[in-house]
């Protein structure tokens, strides 16, 4: 009975930490810069885009370098037209990824990015 019991407490209390999930993302805001953001591989969970004028916009490269950046690189954008919008993009379930570098292009906005 005492062997029954503790295999059970095993099971109850050590299995399930096996099968956590590890939350191991990085929640960073960026202001209006060009920014190697990471090195080598990554992924972005989610992004959060205000635009802080007219015409406020950002994009996401997979590159280390602004001159860098072709359309082959570009990852994600987006653009708002009128001051102080903003948008959500929630890639969660299937997150952008990245092999050589996360850079980061905002121009007249803030971005919070969620990436790993």
Known sequence: MKRFILVLLFLVFLVP???ADRNTSTI?????SRTLVKLGG?????VSFIATSAKG??????SLTYAGNTISTV???GQEAT???????????????????LYLDVSH????????
Request: proline letters at 2%; glycine letters at 4%; hydrophobic letters at 40%.
């Open 28 to 32: 960073a805001a960026y202001n209006s």
């Open 42 to 46: 990554w992924k972005v969970y989610r």
């Open 109 to 116: 906005a803030t971005v919070i990015l969620e990436y790993e």
């Open 17 to 19: 930490i096996a099968y």
């Open 83 to 101: 001051a102080f919008d903003s948008k959500f993009y929630d890639f969660t379930n299937k997150p952008i990824e990245g092999s050589t570098g």
């Open 57 to 62: 916009s950002f994009a996401i490269y997979d």
């Open 75 to 77: 990852k994600a954008e």
